[in-house]
């Protein structure tokens, strides 16, 4: 068990499964990204720099793409609390996982954008 599972698997059940549907379409979505824990949360890399990064709290799911993912978005994403680079998620409501999938896939270009082998 990695440090990753180690922390998803710290929660109750209801946010565990909801941890490991993200962590499953960020891994889905950005094949090869490296993963690790990072500021305390499960954190993502392509091409040595940050992608996207989630966390558990106790009224919230947190997810956060930099401040650009959630900049491209800022629409969709306006109806939840957000802080400069992140968003809140609250529990008992419907996490938008296709959204999620979105900016995630959104980052992964960007990052190949940015810094990928030219």
């Not at 305390?40 to 709290?57: E, I, S």
Request: aromatic share 12%; no cysteine; hydrophobic share 30%.
């Amino acid at each position: 068990m990695n440090e990753v599972d180690k922390y998803i698997e710290g929660f109750p059940d209801e946010v565990r499964d909801i941890l490991q549907t993200i962590r499953g379409i960020i891994k889905e979505s950005a094949a090869g990204a490296e993963e690790k824990m990072a500021y305390g949360m499960p954190g993502y890399k392509t091409h040595g720099r940050p992608l996207v990064y989630f966390a558990g709290y106790q009224n919230h799911v947190g997810f956060y793409a930099t401040p650009t993912g959630h900049r491209q978005f800022e629409k969709e994403l306006s109806q939840y609390k957000q802080g400069k680079g992140s968003v809140q998620f609250p529990l008992g409501k419907p996490v938008p996982y296709s959204l999620i999938k979105r900016i995630v896939e959104y980052r992964v270009k960007e990052n190949e954008l940015l810094y990928g082998k030219k």
